[in-house]
Nanobody, 124 residues
């Protein structure tokens, strides 16, 4: 079974940092792009960042570019989202996603597996 599981969410003050982790199992990790999406209350799920399979090419949404960094470690079957300079508007449930192939995009229909989500709250 192809699975991704997130961890690392929590409560942080504005301007702070968090690192989310995504552990993968049940598939050949380097063949698939991995992405991070988020969903705030009352809003649609949106793509935040993704990274291609074996070429490690990252992509970011305009709202997080310059503040978030996505990485992957194919040997450990892990992906990470380092989030710096967090803002209250970053508050959401963050989901790790396995795409259907090795290419990045933020299209929801391009996601093959979703994690269960981890809550990130940015508040003073």
């Amino acid at each position: 079974q192809m699975q991704v599981v997130e961890s690392g969410g929590g409560l942080v003050q504005p301007g702070g940092s968090l690192r989310l982790s995504c552990a993968a199992s049940g598939f050949t990790f380097n063949r698939y792009a991995i992405g991070w999406f988020r969903q705030a209350p009352g809003k649609e799920r949106e793509g935040v960042s993704c990274i291609s399979g074996d070429t490690y090419i990252p992509s970011y949404s305009n709202s997080v570019r310059g503040r978030f960094t996505i990485t992957r470690d194919n040997a450990k079957r892990m992906s990470y989202l380092q989030m710096n300079s967090l803002k209250p508007e970053d508050t959401a449930i963050y989901y790790c996603a396995r795409f259907v192939d090795g290419y990045c995009s933020f299209g929801l229909n391009r996601v093959g597996s979703w994690g269960q989500g981890t809550q990130v709250t940015v508040s003073s």
